[in-house]
């Protein structure tokens, strides 16, 4: 049954601004639905670095991430550590019905989330089928994202690697930018170290391959952190090319 629109005035204050209830798993609840969430729900900053989700603990909230990136980890038992996920405004953070998380979140950029009691959001996961078809396809475009990265460890060369790097920030971190007319400017919310972790490479290889893409004018770099896209189809091109 489809459910009805919502005027804005039915919509708790808090709510109205938020884009997770226009684009993320929110978006699916009802007024009245939101008014009960909006009741338990906190506006949290994380600083880079900072975690959010600890791995190996039980899970006690869920968040909507507001601003920022986040990076998931995953540690091995000698206590290697492996960045295994990348997740954006205004992604769902967390794992319904799942009672310890076995990776990490990570405040990978100043971070903004709001976040609410795991029993709230499990009640309202229950009684609303739309909501559940919003989890699920947010699940579902991760797996097809971390397949599309397996093939970018597994068989892109190293230049391919770090411009399909580049098109996943670009394409990620501000969804309002015109791709079409507009060049894009972010900052990288990884340090060189944590790219080449992400990657499978060695730092002075991703350096030299930003510095080959700066070269071919592909990209801009400013002040060694701020990339700028003039053309987000030549980045595309890039990604499949060595």
């Not at 986040?70 to 295994?84: E, F, H, P």
């Not at 189809?233 to 060595?242: G, I, P, V, W």
């Amino acid at each position: 049954m489809r459910r009805k629109d919502i005027h804005n005035s039915d919509v708790p204050a808090v709510c109205r601004a938020c884009e997770a209830r226009h684009k993320g798993v929110c978006g699916a609840l009802d007024a009245n639905q939101l008014l009960r969430l909006s009741k338990h729900t906190s506006r949290q900053d994380f600083r880079p670095e900072e975690e959010l989700v600890p791995a190996g603990e039980e899970v006690h909230s869920y968040a909507n991430i507001m601003n920022g990136v986040v990076k998931l980890t995953k540690l091995m038992a000698d206590g290697r550590q492996q960045i295994v996920g990348l997740q954006f405004a205004p992604d769902f953070l967390g794992r319904p019905f799942k009672r310890q998380s076995d990776i990490s979140a990570e405040a990978a950029t100043s971070v903004n989330v709001c976040s609410f009691p795991r029993s709230a959001i499990e009640e309202l996961i229950d009684e609303s089928p739309e909501m559940q078809h919003r989890l699920h396809e947010q699940a579902l475009k991760e797996l097809d994202e971390a397949r599309e990265w397996m093939l970018t460890l597994g068989r892109k060369s190293a230049s391919e690697k770090v411009a399909s790097f580049l098109y996943l920030i670009a394409t990620h971190i501000n969804p309002e930018f015109d791709f079409d007319t507009d060049s894009i400017r972010f900052e990288l919310p990884l340090k060189r170290a944590d790219i080449a972790d992400f990657l499978g490479l060695t730092i002075e290889t991703v350096s030299r391959q930003i510095t080959r893409l700066r070269k071919a004018g592909i990209i801009q770099v400013e002040n060694n952190r701020t990339v700028v896209v003039p053309n987000l189809d030549r980045l595309l091109d890039a990604c499949e090319k060595a």
